[in-house]
């Protein structure tokens, strides 16, 4: 094989597993899908680097919050000819406090929901009991999601993902008025977020800047960010920016990946007050690259943080084994 390839383009290993989405994964973005203002807090992206900026203060409380979904079993089936498809699936969400006052962090408000959901309208039944194995005489129940009117294979993920992320927002908000506080929910904000939650992406799918203040994400160091941008989205605007998670030792030229590797958006509503935001921006240089995640632990160092890392681990210690192994008991054939 010919040498010349590699020597003449500047490919990388990815070090994410394939098991997990990628973390570079851009579109082209659609100005109908979004208006992007990028002046909001600085019209000249090339200085902002190295401009000088006071140290914010920072929150005593960090909270990290997080989901799990798992689609147990997928159905396929309905009265007389009727196809319908439908989805035993199993949701864990729940968060990590961390009182940096006292040094503690800890697992908090974990819950468990198990549902069954289909597409095409079929009303689901009450409640299902699913006997568990080996002579328990615990039951595993399923509860009813409103159906959806699409009828495809796809929809099982998306009843599954939509009853996740509404458990997500009403764990948020259980946290929304602690004083001195500040809500880091992993994955993009919903429709509704509250004000206080910040909304934390690792994977870059649009791409939400153009040539000029995108050369500025290649320039990011570990700790620094891109000025903010707002976002005028479909559900709700947005602030958001880039900023280069990681540290000197953890980085993507010492380790000789993308120099794209390590960037990671933040999003905020846009109900937060412009000089608040620039605070909680300026605030994220210090602590996402204090919790960033190291390679040797977790395979999405360093954008997955160590306390989301920790609490996806305990979310699917509880969330128990997979359905599918005991549904004969209901007499349910896949």
């Known amino acids: ?18 098991d997990y989405q990628p973390p570079i994964e851009i579109q082209e973005l659609s100005s109908s899908e979004s208006e992007v203002n990028h002046g909001v807090e600085e019209t000249n992206w090339s200085d902002f680097i190295s401009q000088k900026r006071v140290s914010p203060e920072l929150p005593q409380k960090l909270v990290f ?56 309208n ?14 328990s005489k615990t039951e595993l129940v399923y509860l009813p999601v409103k159906p959806h009117l699409d009828n495809k294979p796809e929809i099982r993920r998306k009843l599954v993902q939509t009853e996740m992320l509404k458990a997500e927002t009403i764990l948020v908000d259980s946290f929304a008025r602690e004083q001195n506080t500040l809500i880091v929910r992993d994955g993009p904000l919903s429709y509704n977020s509250s004000p206080s939650t910040l909304g934390y992406v690792k994977t870059m799918h649009k791409n939400y800047l153009d040539g000029k203040h995108a050369t500025l994400l290649w320039e990011l160091q570990p700790g620094e960010r ?10 709700q605007p947005l602030w958001s920016w880039y900023l280069k998670s990681g540290n000197s030792q953890i980085s993507s030229h010492k380790l000789g990946y993308h120099d794209l590797h390590g960037i990671v958006r933040l999003e905020l509503s846009s109900e937060v007050d412009l000089e608040e935001a620039k605070l909680i921006a300026d605030q994220t240089t210090y602590l996402i690259p204090e919790y960033s995640s190291h390679p040797y632990k977790d395979p999405r160092a360093p954008q997955n943080l160590i306390p989301v890392g920790a609490l996806e681990r305990e979310l699917g210690r509880r969330m128990g084994r997979r359905l599918q192994h005991f549904l004969g008991s209901i007499g349910v054939v896949l």
Not at 8 to 16: A, H, M, T, V
Not at 71 to 97: E, S
Not at 228 to 235: E, L, R, S, T, W
């Open 65 to 120: 919050i997080d989901g799990r979904r798992r689609m147990d079993a997928a159905l396929v089936g309905g009265a007389g000819n009727t196809i319908n498809y439908g989805v035993f699936g199993t949701i864990a969400v729940g968060a990590v406090v961390v009182d940096r006052s006292k040094h503690t962090a800890k697992c908090d408000r974990i819950t468990i929901h198990r549902i069954l959901g289909f597409g095409g």
């Open 226 to 235: 891109t000025p903010i941008f707002g976002i005028q989205d479909k559900n």
């Open 122 to 135: 079929q009303k689901a039944p009450e409640e299902t009991f699913i006997p568990c194995p080996l002579g």
């Open 1 to 18: 094989m010919s040498l010349d390839f590699w020597r003449e383009n500047n490919f990388r290993l990815e070090p994410w597993s394939t």
